[in-house]
């Protein structure tokens, strides 16, 4: 047998005993760790960057494993992750010194040569607790551009997170409002999985609203008879003004204001795709527009599904056209193309020419507020920066447009078919999206009558799903009165639940007096809440309640306390925010349920 292959570190790696008798390692020339008492460097380091009571500590880098080890002497109760993206280093060290007792810990998880997205993912799944990173300055800065990667990728998920609940936060009651206003459209809707296969072998032409649209709006009538043409809200009123009624409209947002998008676009009777927390003034808008729902992202909006069957997923990033996208892929297309989805500030313009964002603007600008004092505080309003064009230059984009960057790059990178193009080369720069000219697009295959041929056919299923709506409706209409019934026996359970905390809370107090009676009093309420919280964990619908309460529970995980006098007021905040949750659910239900029947 041949003898195995000498790591690159086997030459590079120099270990030499310290004063304190442990073994040291420098790597060309760098020592990993102290060359007089690595131990006491270890607790040292420890001692200076983890304060007390951390429970989740991220280690990058492992080196030797002294840091590793002492930290799961001083700190018992933590947990530790361990980053190491370099695995020849690791397997070079573990020659040097049994790293087995430390890795083996049961409180040891080891990351090595995983993608910085994926640690993100690991710390970002212990967000709710107290985390700390610990960095051994010797092997992290030999990989620094590495660990500053996964800095990024942790700090972006942990943006996502904040605007995710300052999301939920600011819409989940419009969310649950809408849905229970929009339960007759959500019967009657067509499933979106009736779509699959329209744009089989035929490409998509997604158009958002961004300022590139005005170049691609002289030749979209061409492009129509080669494209499937699918349009977000804000383009769709732009579209038809160029002479082009889309195929698809995709219009998914809760808010009023976003409906003036459509004001211009009351003729469009294409195929509408949308979602039941919708703002209903948009089915009023297009009436005459063939409805199509996919599934509910909202745990009422899952519940009530389930008298009706699946509708179909659609991705959910943040933005009207990160769905679109996904619509186009599941569709079948053959590539998509997209215009306007420009992602940032082309020539320093916010939107295509007569979107409602530009008219809307001259409607309040004045002589003192000028339309390019509103578009400078628009670019300007959320920490603009340059970035790489498709074409090669630079753009102007801004954070809340990073978001949804990352998340089309993220969906290439997993789903690099269809292939993806853009029109706009002064857009931003997206990896794995290829500029495609108008010129070239318009030589595409013409594929037009084959789509209108499908699209009839869609409707014929549309129509034949539709004779069905009477008994989905019947169906929505007695969901609806269990879940109000189970919506009232939630509240009684969560206000009895407030109660029992509040008086348990009370006798955890100094004016308790501590006495034997307090404690038996003590027990048999904690017993009684123990029985509460099993009772609520035996409803069905209890998630349909818990979704409005998250803002209740970010505050808890922000602000922690030891106390059992803290827990219990934790609790009984929790059991309110419930029972709040669960009458203004079944208030809008019964409101609605009255409507159906």
Known sequence: MSPEPESP????????????????????????????????????????????????????????????????????????????????????????????????????????????????????????????????????????EYYEAVDTAVERLRSRAEINRNTLKRFGKLWVRNLTRNLEKTAEAIPLRLLEGLAAEMPVLLCAAGPSLDQVLPRLPQLAERCVVVAVDTSIAALMAAGVQPDIA??????????????????????????????????????????????????????????????????????????????????????????????????RATHCKNSFFEERARLLCSRLDTLESHSFRYIHDAAPYLTNSTDGGSVLTDKRMEIYRRWFENQLQQQPEPPAYTLSGAGVALEGVALMSLDDAAMLPVCRERLNTRIARLRESAQAYSDGRHGRTHSVSFLVHELCNELTQLQQLATRGAYMAEQARLLTGPESGRSQTASLQLHEHLALLDKIDQEISQLQFRDVAGFLIQETVSEIERVRSPSGESALENSRRLYTALAQSAAYHEQLLRAAGARLS
């Open 9 to 144: 570190y086997e030459q590079r790696l120099q270990s030499e005993a310290t004063r304190s008798g442990e073994l040291t390692v420098s790597l060309d020339g760098v020592r990993l760790h102290s060359v007089y008492d690595p131990r006491r460097e270890a607790r040292r380091l420890i001692e200076a960057e983890l304060p007390a009571g951390c429970e989740v500590v991220v280690c990058y880098g492992l080196g030797l494993g002294y840091h590793v080890e002492e930290l799961l002497t001083m700190r018992p109760e933590a947990e530790v992750i361990v980053v190491e993206p370099d695995t020849q280093l690791l397997e070079a060290c573990a020659k040097l010194r049994d790293l087995r007792p430390v890795l083996s810990d049961t409180r040891v998880r080891l990351l090595a040569a995983v993608a910085p997205e994926a640690v993100a993912m690991a710390v970002d799944e212990q967000a709710a607790r107290n985390l700390v990173v610990l960095r051994l300055r010797s092997v992290y800065e030999k990989d620094r």
């Open 250 to 347: 995709v219009v998914v947002d809760p808010q009023y204001w976003n409906t003036r998008h459509l004001d211009a676009a009351r003729d469009f009777t294409g195929i509408l795709v949308s979602e039941s927390s919708t703002h209903p003034r948009v089915f009023r808008l297009l009436d005459s527009a063939t409805r199509v729902f996919c599934g509910s992202l909202f745990p009422l909006g899952k519940a009530l599904e389930e008298a009706l069957g699946p509708m179909g997923e659609l991705g959910a990033g943040g933005s009207v056209s990160t769905a679109a996208w996904d619509l186009a892929r599941r569709m079948g297309a053959s590539q998509v193309i997209s215009a306007g989805l420009d992602l940032g500030f082309p020539g």
